[in-house]
C-alpha cells in the first residue's frame, strides 16, 4: 500500500462549480498537510497547508483533514478556468515531503 | 525577489552519461531540496542539503549525488545516465531546516531531462 494515494483523474467540471479532491494515507505519523496546484510544465505552487484536522480557508479554497480518519480533502468554491491544473496532495514525514501522484483538474467554460 | 530558479530548462542526454543541474534558492531560505517528478507522477524526495551537507536522502541510488555551496546554490548531478532517469527535476528552497521546514517548501520551475 502506498503511503499517499491520490485518484489522477482527470477531473472535468462546470465553470462555478464546487470542486472536491482528496487523497488517502496509511501513515499516522504525518504531521502536516499541504496541497500543490502545478500548472503544465511548471513546479507545484503551494496553495495551502495545515497539521491539524479540522477546516482551514483562504479565499475559494477549503482544506480539510480527518486524521481519524486518514483522509484530506480540497475544495475550491466558484471554480474558473484558470484553476484548471494538476493538484498534489503531500504530508510531510521526518522532513520528507510525500506526495500523491496528483489529480488533473478541468475546468469547462 | 526572483524565488527559486534552475537551470538548464532542458537538456537531452544519452544514456551512460553525466549531468549537473544547478539550483538558487529563494533570497533568505538556506535550505534545498531535489525532488524528481516522472510523467504523471507526483515528486519524489532525492535527498535535501543544508550547511552544505546532505541531511536527509530519499531511495535513489548512489549515482544521484548533490553538493551545496556557502550562498546556498546547489547541484545535483546524476552519473551512468538511464532511460528511466528521463523526469522533471525539481529544485525546492526553504528557510532554516527543522523550523517548519516541510510546509514552507517553495519550489522552482524544474529542469526537464531527456535520456536517449
Known amino acids: 500500500q502506498k503511503e499517499v494515494e491520490q485518484d489522477p483523474g482527470p477531473l472535468s467540471v462546470p465553470e462555478g462549480a464546487i470542486v472536491s479532491l482528496n487523497c488517502t494515507y496509511s501513515n499516522s505519523a504525518f504531521q502536516y498537510f499541504m496541497w500543490y496546484r502545478q500548472y503544465s510544465r511548471k513546479g507545484p505552487e503551494l496553495l495551502m497547508y495545515?497539521?491539524?484536522?479540522g477546516n482551514k480557508e483562504d479565499g475559494r479554497f477549503t482544506a480539510q483533514v480527518d486524521k481519524s480518519s486518514k483522509y484530506i480533502s480540497l475544495f475550491i468554491r466558484d471554480s474558473q478556468p484558470s484553476d484548471s491544473a494538476t493538484y498534489l496532495c503531500?504530508?510531510?514525514?521526518?522532513?520528507?515531503?510525500?506526495f500523491g501522484k496528483g489529480t488533473r483538474l478541468h475546468i469547462l467554460p | 525577489d526572483a524565488g527559486v530558479t534552475q537551470s538548464p530548462t532542458h537538456l537531452i542526454k544519452t544514456r551512460g552519461q553525466q549531468v549537473t543541474l544547478r539550483c538558487s534558492p529563494k533570497s533568505g531560505h538556506d535550505t534545498v531540496s531535489w525532488y524528481q517528478q516522472a510523467l504523471g507522477q507526483g515528486p519524489q524526495f532525492i535527498f535535501q542539503y543544508y550547511e552544505e551537507e546532505e541531511r536527509q536522502r530519499g531511495n535513489f541510488p548512489d549515482r544521484f549525488s548533490g553538493h551545496q555551496f556557502p550562498n546556498y546554490s546547489s547541484e545535483l548531478n546524476v552519473n551512468a545516465l538511464l532511460l528511466g532517469d528521463s523526469a522533471l527535476y525539481l529544485c525546492?528552497?526553504?528557510?532554516?531546516?527543522?523550523?517548519?521546514?516541510?510546509?514552507?517548501?517553495?519550489f522552482g520551475p524544474g529542469t526537464r531531462l531527456l535520456v536517449l
Open positions: 503531500a504530508m510531510n514525514r521526518d522532513d520528507k515531503i510525500i
Open positions: 495545515t497539521y491539524s484536522s
Open positions: 525546492a528552497s526553504s528557510p532554516r531546516a527543522g523550523a517548519g521546514l516541510s510546509e514552507t517548501q517553495y
